[in-house]
T-cell receptor, first 114, second 114 residues
Framework: DAGVIQSPRHEVTEMGQEVTLRCKPI?????LFWYRQTMMRGLELLIYFNNNVPIDDSGMPEDRFSAKMPNASFSTLKIQPSEPRDSAVYFCASSFGRGNNEQFFGPGTRLTVL | AQSVTQPDIHITVSEGASLELRCNYSYGATPYLFWYVQSPGQGLQLLLKYFSGDTLVQGIKGFEAEFKRSQSSFNLRKPSVHWSDAAEYFCAVGKVAAGNKLTFGGGTRVLVKP
């Protein structure tokens, strides 16, 4: 299996622009997680899905952030408008089966907002 | 709410020396416990996990961890460190009731001296 795939790997954008991060989970996995990693706040869970349905979005920082999972093999995290404080590495992870917390992480997207 | 504490932010160890990384958790029942490693510019990779049974768990790359309920700890150890072990290490705790969510500690960065 190719593992969790994220694109792009690097994104540089200007403040106010819309940013879309993409994730393809491991085939067959039914849980998908979006994390943000910064030096100041460490690794934060933003939102997670089960069977394409958002279960907990309490970590989404504000309305500028939104996430969708239109099907089992694709998810997006969108920031609109982006701000410099959104600069971070965003990870997607997936897991299979309730009660199995082992998550497989993608390589991350490094976002820089100027 | 569950929480994870990694008391050491940075650790420097000489190549060939032993390594121990501390992890303490706060949770009312027996949690699921994990150690992940993150090499520079990479995603997180699972080193080992504890769900139940033998409290000494073996993982990949020669790592092991011991679950001590009385101390609410899950410390990671390696008898002889290699230069390639320089990375950041994250302890995480999860529970079924949280829908496969993981709570991560702040991480410990390990530097290996030649």
């Amino acid at each position: 299996d190719a593992g969790v795939i994220q694109s792009p790997r690097h994104e540089v954008t200007e403040m106010g622009q819309e940013v879309t991060l993409r994730c393809k989970p491991i085939s067959g996995h039914d849980y998908l997680f979006w994390y943000r990693q910064t030096m100041m706040r460490g690794l934060e869970l933003l939102i997670y899905f089960n069977n394409n349905v958002p279960i907990d979005d309490s970590g989404m920082p504000e309305d500028r952030f939104s996430a969708k999972m239109p099907n089992a093999s694709f998810s997006t995290l969108k920031i609109q408008p982006s701000e410099p404080r959104d600069s971070a590495v965003y990870f997607c992870a997936s897991s299979f089966g309730r009660g199995n917390n082992e998550q497989f992480f993608g390589p991350g997207t490094r976002l820089t907002v100027l | 709410a569950q929480s994870v504490t990694q008391p050491d932010i940075h650790i420097t160890v000489s190549e060939g020396a032993s390594l121990e990384l501390r992890c303490n958790y706060s949770y009312g029942a027996t949690p699921y416990l994990f150690w992940y490693v993150q090499s520079p510019g990479q995603g997180l990779q699972l080193l080992l996990k504890y769900f139940s049974g033998d409290t000494l768990v073996q993982g990949i790359k020669g790592f092991e961890a011991e679950f001590k309920r009385s101390q609410s700890s899950f410390n990671l150890r390696k008898p002889s460190v290699h230069w390639s072990d320089a990375a950041e290490y994250f302890c995480a705790v999860g529970k079924v009731a949280a829908g496969n969510k993981l709570t991560f500690g702040g991480g410990t960065r390990v530097l290996v001296k030649p």
